[in-house]
């Protein structure tokens, strides 16, 4: 089990708090709040009991079925692509998606990239001691998910518990979306390609995941503006293009809510036409159902306003309790940026409710971007004037320098987004967007790059522990600019107690970071890793099929 990117979780592809963010933006209407997650199961494993007794259910389940025969249909006309093979789905409980994410994390465990990625957030402090990464994880999964699709079994699942009414079918048209994407893109060929030119890149997943969630979420949310109009057609949606520069700035939606994010403009939503009967839906309706939406969203965001008062979005979903300000920013912020960064980078950086081009994400599935940076800065994919691919860094061994009884343990990427994490020094706890919005919306405002992050143009870190408590790391970093590598060398820190030896010369930059290491061992590591640094461009992803 693997939560792409980031956090070394590979194949799974989870949410926390996607619908209850759009709704309480107050710009894109939403039915419902649904949690979601699409699991990837390694092919070379047998499948485990618990799957075997999950797939059965969807030969039997007439509800998952019944919900999803409508659904189908609306996804194919949003997507303009027909399912090539029926996709099996189920109702299940938490019990059994328990046993379906422990199943899961047995087959895919990777022990020593865990580790890796453990020793490394704490070294660079962005966990705290005591922290487990994995749990924290497993945790949020397991509390907040709503449904899931696994493209090893071609199958969906939907949670009963949080499968009411708009949300049910909100989930099942997130979920259509990855099946039919996947008969059509192939994800566990991309997960293999992906394995095969760079397993251990967690960047680089998430740029893929960026591609995968953005756009079941893009179509999401067509499909919620359609679910307003009591009964319009999927294929009534098609004025929701928000590329239309024509469209006047004076007839956008007039509300506090219109500006809360200048991703999504108000023209996006006033310049559409939706026709339920034959009759064309007058803008200042439009407006007030908008609005209407808006304010019952906020009234029911305004229990959690405190994290930890009541983390289950007024009792309608996670019930166990999710307190998102004790998740750390490296696992909270990707998996939510994934969903709405990913959606606007398939729209170039335009929004979240414009219609990417049939042509881009054919595009964007079969070359998927090869960085953070790419996702953030959707220029540096789309305009092949500023195209920039990462930049894949090496640097050489010091086991021989650290000593007897230490070990490697792995090697990751951090990347443009967790370099700004990693480097952003505001706390959202204290300083969140709106003090009237839940804790979770206030980080999607927050700006995914800093200025030591916006430089960025590849690095490696890689891990040592000696198996008695000492532990080290090497981080190695080329930027765009000299003044780039000086931005982030300015910026190095590391947890509690931890010692930091620093190279800079020219664009790179090499920071070692020991827990209970001789700051003389570090700084000859140090030299050895500046003297050895070696760079090289990305390879392509070869897919084949």
Not at 210 to 225: D, H, K, N, P, Y
Request: glycine share 6%; charged share 30%.
């Amino acid at each position: 089990m693997h939560i792409p990117v980031i956090v070394n979780i590979r194949s799974v592809f989870p949410i926390a708090v996607l619908s209850v963010i759009i709704a309480s933006c107050a710009q894109a209407p939403v039915a419902g709040r649904a949690r979601e997650v699409a699991v990837a199961s390694n092919p070379a494993k047998e499948m485990a009991p618990i799957k075997r007794e999950i797939l059965k259910l969807t030969d039997t389940d007439t509800e998952a079925n019944d919900l999803a025969r409508a659904s189908s249909v609306e996804v194919e006309n949003l997507r303009k692509l027909k399912f090539r093979d029926p996709v099996k789905k189920a109702m299940i409980d938490k019990r059994q998606l328990s046993a379906f994410l422990e199943a899961d994390r047995k087959e895919e465990s990777d022990p020593d990239s865990e580790r890796a990625d453990q020793l490394a957030f704490e070294l660079f402090g962005m966990l705290k001691p005591g922290q487990d990464l994995r749990k924290i994880a497993t945790d949020l999964m397991s509390d907040d998910v709503a449904g899931f699709y696994d493209p090893r079994l071609r199958a969906l699942f939907l949670l009963k518990e949080h499968a009411k009414g708009g949300n049910a079918k909100q989930t099942m048209v997130h979920e259509l979306c990855h099946a039919l994407e996947d008969q059509y893109y192939h994800f566990l060929d991309v997960e293999q390609a992906l394995d095969r030119v760079d397993k251990n890149n967690n960047d680089r997943r998430f740029a893929w995941s960026a591609v995968c969630e953005g756009s079941a979420t893009l179509l999401m949310f067509r499909w919620q503006i359609g679910a307003m109009f009591d009964g319009a057609k999927a294929e009534q949606i098609e004025e929701m293009d928000a590329t239309d520069a024509e469209t006047d700035a004076e007839t956008a939606v007039e509300s506090d809510t219109a500006d809360l994010n200048d991703d999504m403009n108000a023209e996006d939503v006033t310049d559409m036409s939706m026709d339920a009967d034959d009759e064309q839906v007058d803008e200042d309706e439009l407006t007030s159902m908008i609005e209407e939406i808006a304010n019952e969203e906020n009234n029911n965001s305004t229990k959690v306003t405190n994290p930890k008062a009541d983390a289950g979005f007024g009792g309608e979903f996670g019930r166990a309790g999710v307190d998102y300000a004790a998740v750390p920013p490296i696992v909270l912020r990707p998996i939510l940026y994934r969903y709405l960064v990913g959606g606007s980078f398939l729209n170039h950086g335009s929004g979240w409710l414009a219609k990417p081009s049939l042509a881009d994400l054919d595009y964007a599935f079969n070359n998927p971007p090869r960085s953070s940076e790419q996702v953030l800065h959707p220029d540096k994919y789309w305009n092949p004037d500023l195209r920039d691919e990462p930049i894949a860094v090496r640097t050489a061994d010091v086991t021989d320098i650290l000593g007897k009884n230490w070990k490697k343990v792995g090697s990751n990427v951090l990347g443009e987004l967790g370099v700004a994490i990693w480097t952003d020094d505001s706390d959202p706890a204290e300083t969140p967007a709106d003090k009237s919005m839940p804790f979770e919306m206030s980080i999607i405002f927050k700006q995914t790059s800093t200025i030591e992050s916006e430089g960025w143009g590849g690095d490696l870190y890689t891990v040592y522990e000696n198996g008695a408590g000492a532990a080290a790391m090497v981080f190695a970093s080329v930027s765009d600019r000299e003044i780039d590598a000086k931005q982030i060398h300015a910026a190095l820190h590391g947890g509690a107690g931890i010692k930091i030896a620093s190279r800079i010369k020219g664009d790179r930059v090499v920071a070692v970071f020991g827990r209970a290491v001789d700051a003389s061992i570090l700084e000859r590591i140090a030299d050895r890793s500046m003297a050895t640094f070696e760079t090289q461009p990305t390879a392509p992803l070869i897919l084949r099929h």
